[in-house]
Each structure stands twice: as structure tokens, then as C-alpha cells.
């Protein structure tokens, strides 16, 4: 089994900057997929960026391109998710999630996913 803790979540400002980790452990972490995804009250789970284990292919949510950045470091079994230019409509709680990678997987789509943290509150005021 992987677990996976979120952290870094919290209050901000629109505007503002938020920078979310993800730590692994249970398992080798280094050739898994990574995801966020996150979900707001009375809205479906939206996808939100994914990164490939090498971390030399990155997806984005159409309403997070350009403002939202996926990393990793595989060193420290982490991933990041750097939130930029932060909206209230960002509001939600985020989660990541993991899973082996193979070829034909559809990063976007959290039926892939195996392992899910627990998620972390990311509140922005305006």
C-alpha cells in the first residue's frame, strides 16, 4: 500500500499563493503517477494536474493552466502543486492521488488513481 499526506492548505487572499505537498510512503514512489484533483461543496470531483513519474509529462485542468504548476521530487517521495493567482472559484478541498503508471492510462480521469490522501481545505476570500 501507498499512503499519501496532503499538506500546505489553508486560507488566502484572491490573488494570493498557496503551495500544496503531497508526501508518499509505504512503497516505492518514484515510477507512480501523480494527480490532484479537488471538489467543492455540490460540485463533482474536478481534475486539477497530473505529472508522470519521471515528471517529464504534466497535465492541467482547463480552469488551472497557466495559474497552477505540478512538480515533483522524487528524492523526497513528494509532490507539489504550486497555486498561483488564487480565485475564489479555487475554493476546495484537494486532494492527491497516485498510481503505478502504464502507458495507456488517462491521467485525468481519478478512476485511475489507486491511493488518495485525505485531502486538504483550500480556502480563498476575496
Known amino acids: 500500500q501507498v499512503q499519501l499526506v496532503e499538506s500546505g492548505g489553508g486560507l488566502v487572499q484572491a490573488g494570493g499563493s498557496l503551495r500544496l505537498s503531497c508526501a508518499a510512503s509505504g512503497r516505492t514512489f518514484s515510477r507512480y503517477a501523480m494527480g490532484w484533483f479537488r471538489q467543492a461543496p455540490g460540485k463533482e470531483r474536478e481534475f486539477v494536474a497530473a505529472?508522470?513519474?519521471?515528471?517529464?509529462?504534466?497535465y492541467y485542468g482547463d480552469s488551472v493552466k497557466g495559474r497552477f504548476t505540478i512538480s515533483r521530487d522524487n528524492a523526497k517521495n513528494t509532490v507539489y502543486l504550486q497555486m498561483n493567482s488564487l480565485k475564489p472559484e479555487d475554493t476546495a478541498v484537494y486532494y492527491c492521488?497516485?498510481?503505478?503508471?502504464?502507458?495507456?492510462?488517462?491521467?485525468?480521469?481519478?478512476?485511475?488513481?489507486?491511493?488518495w490522501g485525505q485531502g486538504t481545505q483550500v480556502t480563498v476570500s476575496s
Open positions: 505529472i508522470s513519474w519521471s515528471g517529464g509529462r504534466t
Open positions: 492521488a497516485s498510481r503505478n503508471e502504464i502507458a495507456i492510462m488517462v491521467f485525468r480521469n481519478g478512476y485511475e488513481y489507486d491511493y
